[in-house]
């Protein structure tokens, strides 16, 4: 642990430059693949079929100090050294904290260190070009770390969002998205969801991935109060549950007490930072595949969520 916190804490321009053409190669490969250990990969969907632990990251923003306690807790270079064992990320790496360049390149040594073990899926904070809001403030934190190199980094850090994952199915169990669920029908799922980064100019489906939150609503949907995506209700949770042959949503996309349930305990939000919301907790998941052959619901899932010392 020590190697990869002082690496991501002292790395220069070239140090990050190059570990983050690391991570970018590492994406790019599976994508040509389309395919890591035990899963599939097409386009913006991961799905993995065979697997023995999974540990599931939310939201960090930032906060590397929660991230190296999380990777410290599950042992993470024994963890990731089984191909067999899954470690997901569920986006937004970056904003509101204040090391949003270490987590970035941590996430990155973690993929090309062990590709078939990470799965990196983008968050709204990792669309600032599709879909800009004001606290993006990484441009910032580039610059001030590095200086004169800054645009040319934050061009490559932009190719680094474009090649992460928008969805993540894990077979017969979990889906798992950044945000919310898309509130249109959409015919093929698979096929909605691999080509959405290519397509969010003519649909919805990529917004809503990373922008849409659930709330008990009446109706399938209504707009967002963040002014992007929307808000959606228990019968587009429980007909995705449907057609991905899954039983309970993961996301995270809002702060809360480690976890919260909804949707009649068909979804768990997760959040794994505590710096930029220090009222709220921060959780992860770690749950064996026999763990999650137990699981029906999200009251069940939740006895696998480990929350972190307030601190």
Do not use: C, M
């Given at each position: 642990m020590s190697q990869i916190v002082r690496l991501s804490a002292t790395?220069?321009?070239?140090?990050?430059?190059?570990?983050?053409?690391?991570?970018?190669?590492?994406?790019?490969?599976?994508?040509?693949?389309?395919?890591?250990?035990?899963?599939?990969?097409?386009?913006?969907?991961?799905?993995?079929?065979?697997?023995?632990?999974?540990?599931?990251?939310?939201?960090?923003?930032?906060?590397?100090q929660a991230l190296f306690q999380i990777l410290d807790a599950v042992n993470y270079e024994k963890f990731l050294s089984g191909p067999e064992n899954k470690m997901v990320f569920l986006g937004d790496y970056v904003d509101r904290g204040s090391d949003s360049i270490g987590v970035l390149y941590a996430i990155c040594y973690l993929k090309h260190a062990h590709p078939d073990s990470v799965i990196l899926m983008r968050g709204n904070h990792e669309a600032p070009s599709e879909f800009p809001f004001p606290s993006h403030d990484l441009p910032y934190d580039i610059e001030d770390r590095f200086g004169a190199g800054a645009k040319a980094i934050y061009g490559r850090i932009l190719a680094?969002?474009?090649?992460?994952?928008?969805?993540?199915?894990?077979?017969?169990?979990?889906?798992?998205?950044?945000?919310?669920?898309?509130?249109?029908?959409?015919?093929?799922?698979?096929?909605?969801?691999?080509?959405?980064?290519?397509?969010?100019?003519?649909?919805?489906v990529m917004e809503e991935l990373l922008w849409n939150d659930p709330r008990p609503l009446g109706e399938e949907w209504e707009?967002?109060?963040?002014?992007?995506?929307?808000?959606?209700?228990?019968a587009v949770t429980k007909r995705w549950l449907a057609d991905t042959n899954t039983k309970v949503v993961v996301r995270g996309h809002e702060p809360c007490h480690g976890y919260r349930i909804d949707h009649h305990s068909m979804m768990l939000t997760l959040f794994s930072c505590r710096q930029a919301y220090p009222g709220f907790g921060a959780a992860y998941i770690s749950a064996g595949k026999n763990d999650l052959d137990?699981?029906?619901?999200?009251?069940?899932?939740?006895?696998?969520?480990?929350?972190?010392?307030?601190?």
């Open positions: 790395a220069g321009p070239s140090e990050f430059s190059q570990v983050l053409e690391q991570g970018i190669s590492a994406l790019k490969e599976e994508q040509k693949r389309g395919a890591i250990a035990g899963g599939t990969v097409t386009g913006g969907l991961v799905e993995i079929k065979d697997y023995d632990q999974l540990v599931v990251l939310s939201d960090l923003h930032g906060d590397s680094l969002f474009g090649l992460l994952t928008l969805a993540t199915v894990v077979q017969g169990r979990l889906l798992l998205v950044h945000g919310g669920l898309p509130t249109d029908a959409l015919g093929d799922w698979r096929q909605a969801i691999a080509t959405a980064q290519k397509s969010h100019l003519k649909n919805r707009p967002s109060w963040r002014g992007i995506g929307r808000h959606f209700g228990s137990s699981v029906n619901d999200a009251d069940d899932l939740a006895k696998f969520v480990k929350k972190l010392p307030q601190s």
